[in-house]
Structure formats: C-alpha cells, structure tokens
C-alpha cells in the first residue's frame, strides 16, 4: 500500500461485464461489516463512487462523453477524461482517503488505457503524461471483470434498452464487437503490466464473482 491512509479500490471491464452490479454489492457488503463490527477497520465510511463523474463539474463532463449527441473526437474525449479524473482525485478520492474511509470507483485509469489507446488507437506516452501530471492516489487494488465480448455486450444493450438509455448512454454499446474486442485487449495488457491488479472470470453467476472480489479485498484489508 502507498500510505496508511485510507482504501482506494478501482472495477474495471468492458461495458456489461458487471461492474455497477459489483461495486455496490461490494459496497453493501461492506457496510454490513462495519455495522457487525463496530470499532473495527471496516468502521470506515465506504464510499461508492464512479468515473466519468462522481463531482458536480464530474457529471457534466460524464454527459459529454457517453451521450451519441456530442460527437466528440477522440482526443477531444481523453483531454475531458484527464480532466474528469483530476476533478475526482481532488475532490473525492484524495480527501475521502486521507480521512481513512474506503473509496470504491466504478471505473478508473485502466478504462482510459483500454478505450481511449487500444480502442481509440490513441498515443499511450501522451496518457503516461498525463497521468503523472493529474492522479496523485492510485488504487491499492484495481479489479477487471474480464467477460466475452459478445456476452458483455448483449448484455448491456439489454440493460440500456430496458431502461430506455440507449440514446443517452449508448454511444460505446453501438460500436462494433472488433472494437470492443481491442478494449478488452487493452484491460488484459494494463492488467500484465501494472502492479495491485487482478482479473477476475465475469462469466460466472453474480455471486461467484462477487465471492472472489470480496477474497481479494481481504487481502489488503
Ligand atoms: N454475473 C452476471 N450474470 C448475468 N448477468 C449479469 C451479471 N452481472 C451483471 N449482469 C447483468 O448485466 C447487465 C449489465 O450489468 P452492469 O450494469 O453491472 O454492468 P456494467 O459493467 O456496469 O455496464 P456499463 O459499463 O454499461 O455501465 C445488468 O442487467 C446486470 O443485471
Ligand atoms: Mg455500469
């Protein structure tokens, strides 16, 4: 761990792989702990939290880049996903950690890397730049919920369509599944290559995967 202070835990994975669905089982659970063992570690307020957003300027910047309206170039996007992150690390994560409380994010770097560089064949030294410049608290753990591509997909056209989103919210979803094939690539290479990471098998009934999560937070509890 970097410092003593605080948890800062990241979900990634292509989209439908399960990660909403997981952070806040994972952030139910938690709090059930804390409120069995009062005084504990697992005291700590737990904080569910996402990127793009979680801050006021957060969500509007999470509005331009996952609304089909905007069509924004790709460099356009990753400047406001730099940007979207920096707003979280001084806003949420920074300060929710140095007051020890465990901060659980529905997306991180690892997304950026995977969409914006594999996806979007965009220059990763120029993301390497960045991100030296904007995040100053990496995660003690990140997480990818590595799921088939046709699997994931289908299942978050079903979610968006279901909830009448997918104007909104499904401009990745409309992609095609080579490009989402390149993403996934993409989590498996950070995942290789970064330290504090570890891929979890997503196409498993919600509470095997859950399971594992919960036993590599352990871990580092
Ligand atoms: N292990 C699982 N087995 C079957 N269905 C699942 C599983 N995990 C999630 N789902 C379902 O798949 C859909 C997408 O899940 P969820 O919203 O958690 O994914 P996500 O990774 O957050 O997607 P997005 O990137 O689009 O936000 C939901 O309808 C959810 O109920
Ligand atoms: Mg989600």
Redesign the pocket.
């Known amino acids: 761990m970097q410092n003593n202070k605080g948890i800062f835990i990241t979900i990634d994975?292509?989209?439908?792989?399960?990660?909403?669905?997981?952070t806040r089982k994972l952030a139910a659970n938690l709090r059930e702990r804390s409120l069995q063992k009062p005084g504990g570690v697992e005291q700590r307020k737990i904080v569910l939290t996402k990127e793009p957003g979680g801050t006021k300027a957060g969500n509007v910047f999470r509005d331009l880049l996952i609304s089909s309206e905007y069509d924004l170039d790709p460099l356009t996007e990753l400047l406001i996903y730099c940007a979207d992150r920096r707003e979280h690390q001084n806003k949420i994560v920074i300060p929710e950690t140095d007051r020890e409380n465990i901060v659980i994010c529905?997306?991180f770097l690892m997304s950026t890397y995977a969409y914006q560089i594999f996806g979007r064949n965009l220059d990763g030294e120029m993301l390497g730049y960045l991100t030296a410049r904007t995040i100053n608290r990496m995660p003690d753990l990140s997480i990818i919920?590595d799921v088939d591509v046709d699997t994931?997909i289908a299942?978050?056209r079903?979610?968006?369509e279901?909830d009448f989103r997918m104007h909104q919210?499904g401009k990745f979803?409309q992609m095609p599944l080579e490009f989402f094939e390149r993403v996934r690539k993409g989590f498996l290479w950070y995942a290789e290559n970064h330290k504090d990471t570890v891929i979890i098998d997503?196409?498993?009934?919600?509470n095997d995967?859950h399971k594992d999560i919960m036993q590599q937070l352990d871990r580092i509890l």
Request: net charge positive.
């Open positions: 994975g292509i989209d439908g792989c399960g990660k909403s669905t997981q529905d997306r919920i994931a299942r978050a079903k979610r968006l279901r919210e979803e997503g196409n498993r009934p919600f995967v």
